[in-house]
């Protein structure tokens, strides 16, 4: 099969690539700015207009995963580019799906789970309601799949993700970090929900969205057992061999985001998300549980 992805550049992206290409499919990188000696073919674009690189969608697989890191402040110019970095390149790549001799086979749509805001107790599956805001989190996300909404394509997936759990990657290290500088106790009230997902399950999520005929719609890419920031933190604690560390508390969370120029809402909101339409379509997960699935990481 051949898949375009946008968005090759970043972590997740990098991934899939590797894992596609492994796997004998061919993959074509769209790129802003082509790098000699790639594992990939890379075709130039701008991830505004529509260009010679539109051809390459014709009868192929679409991952469309663009779009920057939201580890950023909340400012207004923070959503706008959270918000523009997505939405542009969405519009572009279905402009030109639009004019192409044959359709896509299938269109990946990536979004997020934190379209779902702050979701308490209550357990979200695909059926749930999207939140309001906060803006940089669902209304961010709302913009983006509402720019791939109507994509001329055989079939599309839209892939509510959640936190991926991978080595060398922005939310990980963070966290890792974190830990490691002995402050890996629950973060505000701890009570908040994290939902997960080891990288190997992420990448058996894409290819499962790309393989089945049966599979479209929204799809929560999320583990089966979210867990509470108290639980997150210890299991941190105990992978990395730390003792036990005190709380911080939320208005510390919020100084230290302005220092680290982040976004404090990552840290103190949650979302108890659940992988419904996988588990009933029979996926099974590799690394359901959180503290073997960092063991695996780390033993990696």
Do not use: Y
Request: hydrophobic letters at 45%.
């Amino acid at each position: 099969m051949k898949i375009v992805l946008a968005g090759g550049s970043g972590a997740l992206g990098r991934r899939i690539a590797e894992d596609l290409a492994g796997r004998g499919h061919e993959v074509v990188v769209l790129s802003r700015s082509p790098r000699p000696g790639s594992a990939f073919r890379q075709v130039k674009w701008d991830g505004e207009t529509v260009g010679p690189w539109a051809s390459e969608l014709a009868g192929a697989a679409v991952v469309n995963l663009a779009g920057e890191l939201v580890d950023r402040r909340p400012t207004a110019a923070g959503i706008e580019l959270l918000t523009r970095s997505r939405v542009a390149p969405t519009e572009a790549l279905a402009a030109a799906a639009a004019d192409v001799a044959e359709p896509p086979l299938v269109w990946i749509q990536m979004s997020t789970l934190a379209i779902f805001g702050d979701a308490g107790e209550r357990a979200i599956d695909e059926t749930s309601p999207v939140a309001d805001g906060p803006p940089q989190m669902a209304g961010v996300a709302r913009a983006w799949e509402a720019a791939a909404a109507g994509v001329r394509a055989d079939r599309q997936v839209t892939l509510r993700t959640s936190v991926v759990l991978d080595r060398d990657t922005p939310a990980l290290n963070r966290l890792s970090g974190i830990v490691r500088w002995g402050l890996g106790g629950r973060v505000g009230s701890g009570r908040q929900w994290v939902s997960w997902l080891h990288i190997d399950d992420f990448l058996a999520v894409v290819r499962r969205a790309l393989a089945d005929p049966e599979m479209s719609g929204t799809v929560h890419a999320t583990g089966p057992n979210p867990v509470r920031n108290a639980e997150l933190m210890a299991t941190l604690r105990r992978q990395f061999r730390r003792p036990p560390a005190p709380p911080t508390p939320a208005p510390l969370v919020r100084l230290g985001a302005l220092v680290l120029r982040t976004d404090p809402s990552l840290a103190l909101t949650g979302r108890r998300c659940v992988p419904t339409r996988l588990t009933e379509s029979g996926f099974e997960f590799g690394h359901p549980r959180l503290a073997p699935a960092l063991a695996n990481l780390a033993s990696g």
